[in-house]
DNA sequence: AATGAATGAGTGTTCATTCAT
DNA sequence: GATGAATGAACACTCATTCAT
């Protein structure tokens, strides 16, 4: 059930109607609603699902041996998924909902050891924090997925620049606006 | 009306009711109807008013003593104004509506005789298109507006990633994919 | 004005918007409610003068020479003029508007004289009225009229198997009930 | 709520509001969606039914041993069973709605059968089809319905007139115009 | 007198949610 | 626990009617 929603919230974002879920999941309307009494209780179900992977991606490069080629790897994977995914939808999902601010949370404490292991190597600039590289992830994977008729891999595009504008050669200095 | 409009678009994107909007216009819902016949002819309007300013604002640039100044100039002018809307909703209808389509083709064209230019002169990488560009912008104000309690002027800490990303120094070659 | 919304009943009844006779009388929809108060006063003037037309055209067969052939001559000039009109829409508004109610009575006493005259040269079965007369020609008309791909003068096909049951030979005794 | 449906469209034809239909049946609008996914499918189902109802009663009458009888007898059924609905309403329907279309090929089909027997006994004119005798009868109701004050039994009035303008006691040939 | 902008009640339709079975 | 019938609050859109210009 949580699979068909996944399915029908990739598709459709937020918009996707229960009665389809329930459909995908061959079972009753009712049934949903039994497991989730609202429509926002299995959309937290999912969206927090989604971002727990994506914890669980980062904590097992938290030991590997070149951290800035571990980060990388991370977006890398973690965009496979999120492009899956309507971000946007993951997103306002993390900023309204307070369960998955919680797991939010720790997605970025989980990308911000990344992060911090890749700029002791010098791999990332000094300026950016876990929170921002997650969101220029985000950028890049949801900025692609907005072209229905893109090629696939665009996205890939995408977090190249973005990578280029997260490494340290040729840094402009931030503004001093930190992400939550 | 139209400020109306734009205003509850930039707040919750197309799912807005027409209700609502002519509420905040302080007419009645009859009225709103009057002057666009369809929700859609409405979201056309504001829509396709938006990305006609984005593109003045770029022919303006056309003649510049210095290209790439003026390209940084104009993302961050962009920017500005971009960061007023749901930028998702910008795109997805540019995406799904042939007037609106029509509008994103101008100033797509109009920001690569930008791109052009600043390519001339090297201020830019040599393998990203004017749309590479434009959607890049887009992301970074687009991923900075999803944080409704970020600090103001967060898009313009992405727009610097982001425009390191697309400066010369240290480019990693992009995948050739191009987006439309 | 009166023959933009005779034509616009005809086509579409009283469903016609007043928008639409406004654009075929090429006047704006204020000055439509300037001389029409309300839809209904519009409705009952055009379908009052229809009616009024139908009286003249029995009134002018009053005096004429052979009494059967004067009704079977009014029968198909009326059915004429109402296969241009929806009848049922007609008839509806006949009975459910007080000022077009008194034009039909006018309507059906001048068709009286004429059903009157036919029954003494026993060209018309005794027992029905004018009343009678008149509805089963609006019976012929309208069925025909229902039939949008029917051949075009289906009506009279329908008015000749009414005027066989309106003439004496072989008539059946009608049950008692007059019509109002 | 099929005979709501069936008494509101009775009496107010197609512009009856789903709304009203609910009411009289006692429902939430919702409900009624929930078993007729469109105004049209409601509609549908009730119109078909009360065709099919007809088309039955004249099959029952197939094999009677009186072919005259027979058909006038059906003539009076189906009329009493019409006299209960809005009858340009049913006929509209059947003109604009496929499914409800097929249902009155086999209806007119039905009444053929009665009517080719009634010619072979000679106990209707010879020039008359079966869509003819069911648009007379439509007639005959139809018409008498229109008179809201009228007396209850005048469609019957009026169906003898149509039967005998449709016996072949000195019957006048008719036009050469098939209904369709 | 003519206009057309504004109105608001009403329409068909959708959908999250409830609850008796 | 699972079902699906019922609900009612939206929503986009239409149109007769009013009224300032």
Do not use: N
């Not at 800035?68 to 993390?94: I, K, M, N, P």
């Amino acid at each position: 059930m949580l699979a068909a929603a996944e399915i029908e919230f990739a598709q459709r974002g937020s918009e996707t109607s229960i009665a389809d879920i329930a459909r995908r999941a061959g079972v009753a309307k009712g049934t949903v609603f039994r497991h989730f009494a609202t429509k926002e209780d299995l959309i937290t179900a999912v969206v927090g699902a989604h971002f727990s992977r994506l914890t669980v991606a980062a904590q097992q490069r938290w030991d590997a041996q070149d951290p800035g080629t571990a980060l990388w790897e991370f977006l890398a994977e973690a965009g496979e998924s999120l492009q899956r995914q309507d971000v946007a939808f993951l997103q306002a999902t993390g900023e309204s909902d307070a369960a998955v601010a919680a797991v939010l949370v720790e997605l970025r404490a989980a990308v911000e050891v990344l992060v911090d292991r890749a700029r002791t190597h010098e791999a990332i600039r000094a300026d950016v924090t876990g929170a921002d590289v997650l969101m220029m992830l985000c950028a890049a994977v949801h900025t692609a997925g907005l072209q229905p008729d893109a090629p696939a891999g665009l996205w890939r595009r995408y977090l190249v620049i973005v990578i280029d504008g997260l490494s340290p050669a040729g840094a402009t200095p931030l503004p001093e606006l930190m992400p939550r």
